[in-house]
């Protein structure tokens, strides 16, 4: 049986029953020993054991902390707040991820413990990572990229992430209503389009690239080309998946079914943050596994 301390952090309990559920079929049972939140909630028509957050202990009898009502918070505010209470980062789960198909908590703290950096050549990366709640462990966040620059910098990112972001030109960035810089890096141009100002965007990424994990990278992609799909392909990674619009017997693409009203790169970002999880997104960051999900 599974112990858990619930900390609510916000009315939007929408995960709640679900996760709960779900982690009660997986382990035969769960024990919820106490609640944390600003007020006494109420389960099941009784009161549980109510515990202020400044007096949880850290190293209390419970084997998760199990987050509610973070989903649009986001993991990287409450682990900050977790430090502030001196708990343990380790136990933290939000009630959303445990939705996620695929979920099992033993994979879930796998991916946790294997400081995964992601190599994405658009906003995937990020969006998955927040999804997940995963820290950032990497500078490709909030800008992007083209498929075939990014395999060019994917045969020596080594190489490339020695070069300095140069700034090239400034662009209009539509949905933000700013400017944003277009950077090269070594002969790669990026787009930096969630950032408005070059200086921040370069001291963003500095203190990014500096937590990437070369012993655990997945790199990932999308494509409408053939050839650039061969190309990445033939890149010299474990784990690399590239996004295609067409079925292929490649192993690094993973085909995901085109929408008339979306462009592709878009389709990809949603798989990214919400349904349908075309993949099971565990499998695929642990071990680049292709277990498919849906029909496609």
Sequence with gaps: MLKILTWVVSNDSRFFNGAMN????????????GVTANVPIVKD????????????????????????????????????????????????LGDWIVCIPGFTLKKYRQLQRSRLSIFSMNCFGGLISHTLGLPFLTPFINMYTSDKEFVRFLRAARVYMEER???????????????????TLGNIDIHM???SDFDEAVKIWKR?????????????????????????????????????????????????????DLEF?????????????????????????KTQLIDM
């Design 193 to 195: 389009n969630h950032y």
């Design 208 to 260: 990014r690239k500096a937590r990437i994990n070369w012993y655990n990278l997945f790199v990932t992609a999308y494509t409408e080309s053939e050839e650039i799909l061969q190309e990445f392909d033939d890149l010299p990674y474990s784990k690399k998946v590239c996004f295609v619009p067409f079925k292929s017997n490649l192993d690094s693409a993973w085909y995901i079914t085109p929408q008339k």
């Design 22 to 33: 779900i982690l009660e079929r997986q382990h035969n049972g769960v024990e919820v020993v």
């Design 165 to 183: 972001l140069v700034l090239k030109e400034t662009a209009w960035q539509e949905a933000l209503h700013f400017d944003y810089p277009i950077v």
């Design 45 to 92: 028509g009784k009161k549980v054991t109510f515990i202020p957050l400044a007096e949880v202990d850290g190293g209390g009898d419970y084997d998760l902390i199990l987050v509610v009502g973070a989903r649009q918070i986001g993991m990287n505010k409450i682990t900050q707040a977790a430090r502030q209470f001196r708990l343990p980062e380790e136990k933290l």
């Design 265 to 289: 790169w878009n389709v990809v970002n949603q798989f990214g943050t919400n349904p349908p999880f075309y993949y099971d997104v565990f499998d695929m960051l642990l071990y680049g596994k």
